[in-house]
């Protein structure tokens, strides 16, 4: 009996207890009438209406019950029906996932094309099959691989396999095509002998820009192949055959690689994420005068760099790993020779689909002959300012020395002169009163040039009391501004011939500070830190924009902050230069120590 006619029977079971009980009930309060003349409705109409309601009612709400119960029933089995698709769905779409994640897994079509297969099978449930192409003819198929499912099989992969019979309706067709009686078809007498024996089968054409270039067979699925089976296949062969386009196509894209690699006018190496060699182009062949099938699978750093550079080179190659680039690094190579090449390095990391690193690229650019050109252009500058500084020192000493004197001499003169005139001439005396103060100012501003050129208290007392000087000297010159002093001895740090430097450095940006900073305060000082000596000269004037640095550099302002540069660059220092418009500038230098004691 159905859920639905139960339901039924439970109603009417319920409404005849409930007549019964009807009567019962009567026949208690009305004693006079008996149970079977209750029971059997002999009362009064209105019972008899009211008892035929209420089964009419219990009735028609079974009847309601059992249809309501019927659809829940036919809902759970439609729910259950869904869940079980979804399942397979699911485990068709996990398979297809698997599929795809072995078309990027493997770096060849047949080792991509045999794990496609092979989830295939598991989830179609085929134990036999094969995967084949066309020949160059198109009239015979290649075979990739056979799997026979287990069962006794002495056809070898290389018997030929015309295409003809159902493998050629389906090459036709471009479409999936099965038969689940295949004993029956006369097809059959194409097996070749020791073919393993066939009940179902199924062929599904790999199709690559509209033709048909090879075939999915399989075989022997238990209770026969099905429209979803073919459907489902269709997916997972069309992930073959986007293996084989995405091989045809890496293969293009690594041939023009190459050719771009090797026909590169610059140094261009390719190593592994361990930093082994993979490629190495003409030009890196040319520069090093070794030969890629020399240093293919070496280790790049031990081969190419001196031991003083392979710990920064280790480095470097952590850092491109960590953060997938590096830009203009400065690293020598080393020849097959011996000799070595100054090259600027960039590199770039690539990563698969997880994101793990698996080739390094890096690109070199000879600058060996911009390096010794620099080279030559500093020792060219040095050799400017030594003779500006020689130049400097004679003309200190020809105003120190000769004109200098000549104004002492001037003066005295003037003096006997104002001696010579008499009371009775009180404007003469005037004049020549004024005359002497004149020489007076005179001679201080070239003793002030002098210093300026050549400061002797440089040579005489170091650098500390020469700078102490210089400041004080601007203070007393520019008595509107605060200047605050922070100076070490420091002296011995630096040769006597290089202590010049500084002191032009400092010179030359407090000239700065006075001519274009209208400023309120400046900060200077001198001090070692660590391994080296910091100096800075700041202020909180007007500023400028930095990126405009270039065009404000013009001879006429003197060697300015290009000077400053070269000067630091001599000493194997750094400069640094901040500023901002209306926020004042900072300018600050550091110089490696090079101790040597200061000889008085």
Known sequence: MRPSQRVIVACLVVASGVWILDALVDQW?????????????????????????????????????????????????QAVSALNLARMRQAETAALLEASRAVMGHRTFAAGARAIFDHC???????????????????QNEVVFLEAGGLPCTVSEGTPMPIRGLRAEAYEAKRVIYDNNFTQNPYTAFLPEGHVAVDNVLFAPLVLEGKA????????????FTDHDAVLVKQLQNEMTERERAEALLKASEARFRTMLQTA???????????????????????????????????AVSLLLSKDQQALAVKELQ????????RSIEMPIRTKEGSERTFLWNADVIRDLSQQAVEIIAVGYDITERKLAEEKLRLLTSQLLMAQENERRRLSRELHDELGQSLLVLKMQARTLERQISPEQPQLQENCRRALAYIDVIIDNVRRLSRDLSPAILEDLGLSAALHRLLEEFRRHHDTLQVEVELEPVGQYIPRD??????????????????????VRVWAGLKKQEEALVGWVA????????????????PKKGLG???????VRILGGSLQVSSRPGQGTRIEFSIPLNRQDDQP
Do not use: C
């Open 561 to 567: 902050l290009a000077a400053m540069e070269e000067r």
């Open 265 to 299: 006018g610059s140094f261009i190496i390719t190593l592994t994420p361990e930093g082994r060699i993979r490629e190495f182009n003409r030009e890196a062949e040319r520069v090093t005068g070794w030969k890629r099938q020399e240093v293919a699978g070496q280790d």
């Open 121 to 139: 099978r598991e989830v179609i449930g085929a134990p036999a099959g094969y995967i084949s192409l066309s020949d160059a003819t198109g009239t």
């Open 29 to 77: 309060f009305f004693y006079e009438i008996s149970f079977v003349d209750s029971l059997l409705g002999v009362t009064t109409p209105q019972e008899i209406y009211t008892r035929l309601v209420m089964v009419i009612v219990l009735l028609g709400f079974g009847v309601a019950m059992a249809r309501f119960y019927g659809r829940l029933q036919e809902r759970e089995k």
């Open 539 to 554: 202020d909180d004037g007007a500023g400028f924009d930095l990126a405009e640095l270039p065009t404000r550099q013009r």
């Open 319 to 326: 850092k491109v790993l960590d953060t997938g680039i590096i």
């Open 213 to 224: 270039v090879g075939l999915l067979g399989l075989a022997n699925k238990p209770g026969g």
């Open 498 to 519: 290089q202590q010049i430097n500084i002191y032009r450095l400092f010179q030359e940006a407090l000239t700065n500070v006075a001519k274009h900073a209208r400023a």
